[in-house]
């Protein structure tokens, strides 16, 4: 294995840990990310199937795929991640020093997923 294969293991360890947090502990989750349910608790199965288990299924995915482009697409998933933190902390006035590094961690992942498993042009 390469030092870009371990970097790359390491990302999708902690993307399937990160997604087992959101899945197994949503009410953690929430109070980590200052969210709270309504009236239906809608909420926790929305936070264990977007923050938990789609990174879950992500991560294990690119690790049994061991494919440069399976990478990219979870650098992809980092990077459409970051977009959206990026516009909100702007758009809704949600900078906060938690929503910037949670910004930086995912632009940091996006970047180097993307460009060191993109295949030489």
Same mark, same amino acid.
């Given at each position: 294995?390469?030092?870009?294969?371990?970097?790359?293991?390491?990302?999708?360890?902690?993307?399937?840990?990160?997604?087992?947090?959101?899945?197994?502990? @949503?009410?953690?989750?929430?109070? /980590?990310?200052?969210?709270?349910?309504? @009236?239906?608790?809608?909420?926790?199965?929305?936070?264990?199937?977007?923050?938990?288990?789609?990174? /879950?299924?992500?991560?294990?995915?690119?690790? /049994?795929?061991?494919? @440069?482009?399976?990478?990219?697409?979870?650098?992809?998933?980092?990077?459409?991640?970051?977009?959206?933190? /990026?516009?909100?902390?702007?758009?809704?006035?949600?900078?906060?020093?938690?929503?910037?590094?949670?910004?930086?961690?995912?632009?940091?992942?996006?970047?180097?997923?993307?460009?060191?498993?993109?295949?030489?042009?």
């Amino acid at each position: 294995m390469t030092a870009i294969d371990y970097i790359n293991f390491a990302a999708a360890i902690l993307t399937v840990a990160l997604g087992l947090m959101g899945w197994l502990a @949503p009410r953690w989750t929430m109070e /980590v990310l200052d969210m709270k349910a309504g @009236p239906s608790n809608m909420a926790y199965t929305e936070v264990s199937a977007a923050s938990g288990c789609l990174f /879950v299924g992500l991560g294990l995915g690119a690790m /049994v795929l061991d494919q @440069p482009l399976a990478w990219v697409v979870v650098g992809l998933a980092y990077a459409g991640a970051a977009t959206g933190r /990026v516009t909100s902390i702007f758009r809704d006035n949600a900078a906060s020093r938690q929503s910037w590094t949670f910004f930086g961690c995912e632009a940091a992942l996006a970047a180097w997923l993307i460009l060191a498993n993109l295949p030489a042009a």
